[in-house]
């Protein structure tokens, strides 16, 4: 079985300021990654994916993350945030079915 | 482009009533969920449909029927609603499973009395 594990429930930033998300996971098997977000009313969009190839993963709106197998780890990040990040974040695996985190909920503060 | 779309968005139920949760896309995918999202907890999948003409449970399946009426459409039934079914409900699709991005709708928030 596998299980996803968000090590922060919430994360407030300062605008202009980095964030990092982090998220381990838990599989037997490989697993495919996903970070998705969820603005306020809203269903979850997709941020970024990794699948295989470079450990690097780029996204939308700036966001990126990074797979790190040994510490099974999948951590989000970005170097300046808004105040339109301002959502909840949700880190993913995937097998037959996705397995989400319980998500962190970011706040950008002016 | 609709992609996945929930009916009703609001619901409001007194307990051991029934109600129905319909989604449908429009994609042509093969894959369908439900899940539902409570606070500190994530999405939960309730049950999923791997293709059409089958389904199979989640991690929350109690309480819960679905029907994969057609490759399109994927509803979710309450037979008798309780408090603790209070929550947002999600269906979400993809093309197949493994590495297939899930596609959401806006999410159904029922209320249970």
């Known amino acids: 079985a596998q299980s996803v594990t968000q090590l922060d429930s919430q994360v407030p930033v300062f605008e202009e300021a980095p964030v990092e998300l982090r998220c381990n996971y838990s599989s037997s098997v490989s697993v495919y990654l996903f970070w998705y977000v969820q603005y306020p009313n809203q269903g979850l969009q997709l941020l970024l994916k990794y699948l295989s190839g470079s450990t690097l993963v780029k996204g939308i709106n700036g966001f990126e993350a990074e797979f790190n197998k040994s510490q099974t780890s999948f951590h989000l990040r970005k170097p300046s945030v808004h105040i339109s990040d301002t959502a909840e974040y949700f880190c993913a695996a995937a097998g037959n079915k996705l397995t989400f985190g319980g998500g962190t909920r970011v706040l950008v503060k002016p | 482009n609709a992609g996945v779309t929930q009916t009703p968005k609001f619901q409001v139920l007194k307990t051991g009533q029934s109600m129905t949760l319909q989604c449908a896309q429009d994609?042509?995918?093969?894959?369908m969920y439900w899940y539902r999202q409570d606070p500190g907890m994530g999405l939960r999948l309730i049950y999923y449909s791997a293709s059409e003409g089958t389904t199979d449970k989640g991690e929350v399946p109690n309480g819960y029927n679905v029907s994969r009426l057609n490759k399109r459409e994927f509803s979710l039934r309450l037979e008798s609603a309780a408090p603790s079914q209070t929550s947002v409900y999600f269906c979400a699709s993809r093309l197949t499973g493994g590495n297939g991005e899930l596609f959401f709708g806006e999410g159904s928030r029922l209320t249970v009395l």
């Open positions: 994609m042509n995918h093969n894959s």
